[in-house]
């Protein structure tokens, strides 16, 4: 689920990237201000999905 939430996070970077005209390589993504919000909302779930992953790799602390 982490390589997931990374892959995921950095095509949403990428993507708004993109759209910023930072990053060239795409007629249709380069310059187009669509792909910054899009690449925003993407790299949100990618955040969103490494925040999972770290909470389902902790196991509860055994009583005392």
Known sequence: MVVIG???LLMGVVFALQGANFIG???LMSGNSTY???GGMVAVVGLILLFLASKQGKSP???A
Do not use: E, K, Q
Request: hydrophobic share 60%; proline share 17%; net charge neutral.
């Open 25 to 27: 390589g795409s007629a």
């Open 36 to 38: 910054i919000y899009v």
């Open 61 to 63: 602390a055994p009583p």
């Open 6 to 8: 990374l892959v995921v």
